[in-house]
């Protein structure tokens, strides 16, 4: 107990979340039961006992969740939300006839500052409803997924693109920097948004570029988010290209460390998951995404071993097609279980961790968020464990991540805020998504064949 | 126009349903847009466009569905109804010590016909709020079983289990045998449920009982349900044992033909692959379950294109931890792309197959269900393609595989009657539910560790 409290007036906060059960995803922290998390403004002040909590804090505010866990709110490590009105455009095909015929023709049509807000609002409302409150994005006009991002009251790291192909956005590398900074100029202030600088892929991006974006990164103090061994072919073409591989080709440049995250990393050596590991660098694992797009599984039982950080993403609605964090915790643990034919690997609770605060480690917010603890954001998140159709539950973490899905998230709380809850979102109107869906699919559809 | 209608009162029939969509999962049929089932009795007996529908039937029960796609009823090719109250009782855990300590601990203190209803209720509510309407199972007291579905109002094939080992429910071989006989006289005239023998795995059952079995399912004309290949272990074990792999033991007593249908067959080699399809057996795939208990992943690309017939499963709750064949189809796709590194193979509408048409194939069932056909069995699900966060819906058929979840099924009609509808059952009540999770988690809880 709490000695300050003894005969004194309970503490007026501004939130106080009950719970049957907390999960904190600190590592090898215990499952607590029957426990509130106190919050003031964004952040969470206290964690203790319900019973505790009932005569040291009141609030106006208090919400009881008898039949719930809380979790830190999802983070999505690797997205493209501006792809979000692309979800199943083209299925079943081979990934260069995936791009050059659908994808690249439908982004040619319709990508502009309106359309990526359009569609990355309709991103975070989908994400708000599965429980993730911050996600890693790497997308054109990253301005205008701030604008969606400012309106549905999330969070996110959106990535400064990057690539040498000229389209609406940007004519050249350069001018992709120096939009990506103007970007980065007009959140500064904004606690709610951070960036990366994003090459789009060592396929894309020259050795001249990556020279000036580790500069670049290291005067302003951010990370970089690039796309990396993905496919055999990627691999291939590189050798052919440069003589060596990319991630040999990178590290070359020296652009691995500690600030650097690699989506997907599905074709990696033992010599290269070694790499990533003495340089501290991070892997956004998009199981769904690999698996259909046919590129294939990711090491990441090794690389857990090997001690590098695995976090978990999406990737874009057009290859996953849902961004949903609990397929992919799931398919995360399932995988890596079923490819190293060992039940015991990447248990529930290691999903859990990858999907929170592995993430957050990645995008170096972990003093922020990413756990569940006094003094971080009050990024929470409220999973009802009790629908009949997922009964019994004797295990809440294992439950959450082998029995769950998305549609049992009841509560997102960002930053302290309620910003989804039950079907509705604080500041994003169902009308205003169907409009959306109604402006832009004719337009996508007509690029479709 | 179907002529015998021109200047006649519409038809009264028992229920017209009326799509967006409807897919039949008819090889290489056409989706069908703005169509009706049109359904007497059981039966489908019409299927026509929704406005000539309108002029030549009518019904007291009409449902309109103008955001939704009609299905034939999902077929869980692989389960045990009986194990649905031990969901997630020992998780991560090596195959040996979940059985060994956990699994069946449990079931020595609580498997009864008592226990074998409950859970079988319960399976068969979350399989019919998922659009599951029959289901190929494997368990004790397969009566128990019949008396759930009898409630339910479901589809079920039902093993008549064997094996050499004694427990609650049968002394040896020739004791579940007679037990098993009994079932299967007990529903006979049940137009509902179905029988296979179905003799546990090659590591549990004789040759003596093997051979016993063959001659008892050509004297019933029923077919044999097994597991087969599921494990390594059970492959250098019967090597160790009998000097051959499990498959090889099964051909050379005569078990393979047109009515043997293997759960599993995760570990198969070209030749063994060539071996099911030459004698036209079927194999029941269970994706999360293989994944889970690091048994790995069957090669279900090579399977299809050697025209094995492959159906899918979701196993028993305890190593899956759902009974929801949206992920199971989800994954199969999913799983064949990645394993083969191939993003044609699999296509939404052959994993729609696999849980439709296919299992009904290896149930010997596809005169009656399986396909949205005249003259079929109207189990029939409706799922909306609507909701906001899995918008826009471009292709249907692969909107359903890779964006939707068991939670947009809207309507689970099985033999002409709505068993059910957004959140309610006809002939189970949610307190039912709840009283059988209090009664019997508290005892398997105290076997759980």
């Given amino acids: 107990m709490n000695l300050k409290h003894l005969n004194q007036a309970p503490t007026e906060v501004d939130l106080i979340i009950e719970a049957r059960w907390l999960a904190t995803a600190v590592k090898n922290a215990p499952l607590l039961e029957h426990y509130s998390v106190i919050v003031q403004n964004d952040a969470i002040v206290d964690l203790l006992s319900t019973a505790l909590a009932r005569s040291q804090y009141t609030s106006a505010d208090t919400v ?62 989908e994400m708000l409803s599965g429980g993730t409150t911050c996600f890693n994005d790497m997308y054109f006009f990253p301005q205008a997924t ?27 590398a350069d001018d992709y920097l120096q939009k990506g900074f103007e970007s980065h100029d007009s959140w500064r202030g904004n606690s709610m948004i951070s960036s990366s600088i994003a090459p789009h892929a060592p396929y894309t991006v020259s050795n001249r570029t990556f020279e000036k974006i580790i500069t670049y990164a290291e005067q302003l103090s951010i990370g970089i988010h690039t796309h990396l061994h993905e496919t055999r072919d990627e691999i291939s073409q590189s050798e052919t ?20 995250t690699a989506a997907h990393g599905v074709h990696l050596l033992p010599s290269e998951i070694d790499m990533l590991s003495g340089h501290g660098c991070h892997i956004a694992h998009c199981p769904s995404s690999n698996l259909k797009l046919g590129s294939g599984i990711a090491p990441i039982s090794s690389m857990l071993k090997n001690n590098v950080n695995v976090g978990i993403g999406t990737d ?27 039940p015991t690997t990447v248990p529930a609770h290691q999903a859990l961790e990858m999907a929170t605060i592995n993430a957050a480690k990645s995008l ?16 929470v998140v409220a999973i009802k464990l009790s629908d009949i159709t997922i009964s019994p539950c004797y295990d809440p973490i294992s439950h ?14 960002v930053a302290g805020e309620l910003r989804y809850s039950n079907g509705l979102y604080a500041n994003i109107e169902p009308m205003e998504l169907k409009e959306i869906i109604q402006k832009w699919q004719p337009k996508l559809r007509q690029h479709k064949q």
Same sequence: chains 1, 2.
């Fill in 364 to 379: 170096g917010l972990d003093d922020k968020i990413g756990s569940i603890e006094i003094g971080k954001k009050a990024d």
């Fill in 241 to 260: 290209q440069y003589g060596v591989r990319p991630i040999q080709r990178l590290a070359a440049l020296g652009l691995l460390g500690p600030n650097f």
């Fill in 64 to 125: 009881s969740l008898d039949e719930h866990i809380l979790i830190p709110g999802l983070i999505n490590l690797h997205t493209h939300a501006g792809m979000n009105l692309m979800r199943g455009i083209a299925d079943d095909l081979p990934l260069m006839q995936w791009l050059n015929e659908h994808i690249w023709p439908a982004e040619r049509a319709v990508v502009s500052s309106d359309y990526v807000r359009d569609a990355s609002l309709h991103a975070c409302a």
């Fill in 316 to 342: 874009g609605a057009a290859s996953n097609n849902r961004l949903d964090m609990f397929t992919e915790i799931r398919l995360a643990a399932l995988l890596a279980k079923g490819v190293s034919e060992d």
């Fill in 146 to 172: 701030a604008a969606a991002i400012n309106q549905a009251g999330m969070r996110a790291n959106l990535g400064l693109f990057v690539s040498e192909f000229a389209n609406s956005y940007a004519n050249d």
């Fill in 400 to 413: 959450l991540v082998y029995t769950c899905g998305r549609e049992h998230v009841t509560h997102t709380w």
